[in-house]
């Protein structure tokens, strides 16, 4: 399940589970550590247009910061829900 940060700081909301931009990081930060990537390198991210996307963006830009990757970002469209 994806939460966004905005919606993980509405008053009475309680978010038992890690927001889309911590997870980029801690995802980012595991391949870096493994050498699966190094610093420097070209990392694809694809993010959902929308806020779930847009906190994957922002923490791909954390890390890319941090460890001078350049990001090639594609954003895509969520697929429609079932009804």
Do not use: C, Y
């Not at 990392?43 to 001078?68: I, Q, Y």
């Amino acid at each position: 399940m994806a939460v966004d940060s905005a919606t993980a700081k509405l008053p009475g909301i309680m978010v038992p589970i890690t927001t889309d931009d911590l997870e980029t990081v801690n995802g980012l930060s595991w391949v870096l550590g493994k050498g699966v990537i190094k610093p420097g390198a070209t990392v694809g991210v694809v993010a959902m247009e929308g806020s779930a996307g847009d906190n994957t963006v922002v923490g791909a830009k954390f890390v890319a910061k941090r460890h001078n990757l350049e990001l090639v970002l594609q954003r895509i469209n969520p697929p429609p829900t079932p009804t």
